[in-house]
């Protein structure tokens, strides 16, 4: 049996996860590391389908520091690959250096882990991101990113700001646009 990370992951319904997160300071402690490793862990297992059923997970691929209650601008994701290993991502007070005028959506809809319910509507996001970041050892990192992952970082730096993407859904017209954009 695999051992789950305890990783206590708030609701939409916490007021914390509509609050904007602060700059994280340098250095992480190890105790933040721990954490980055453990989400990362959570993540892989919960896009395991066997762990995912045995454990009751719903499969995520990012996660980020407000959904656990601390409001620091830190977010992971793990990135499932054709060859079932995993990309792992630690990205540390992100910021969008530039972005494609074209924009996506997931056609399935988002999805996120602190949002329990069926959400109709599509979520407009940039085809491709460049964003530049600090490691944990403070280095500061770019990277550029398109397509399910350029949706990954928009979904989580949204998170670092209190906004959820049921909150990027036209409420009055779930669909609004959708013939504007690339369904993904
Ligand atoms: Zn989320």
Known sequence: MKKIPDINILDEKNNLLH???VDATFPISEAERKLCHNMIKYLEL???EKVAEEYDLRAGMGLA???VGILKRIFVIANEKEDKSFEEYIIINPQIISMSEEM???GEGEGCL???REVE???PRHARITVSYFDFEGNKQT???REDLAVAFQHEIDHLDG???TDRIDKKNPYKNANKMREI
């Open 19 to 21: 609050k904007k997160s």
């Open 46 to 48: 919960s896009q395991d």
């Open 65 to 67: 520091f407000a959904q």
């Open 104 to 106: 996506i959506f997931v």
């Open 114 to 116: 602190s949002v329990n």
């Open 121 to 123: 509507g599509i979520v």
């Open 143 to 145: 990277i550029r990113v």
């Open 163 to 165: 906004i959820l993407f």
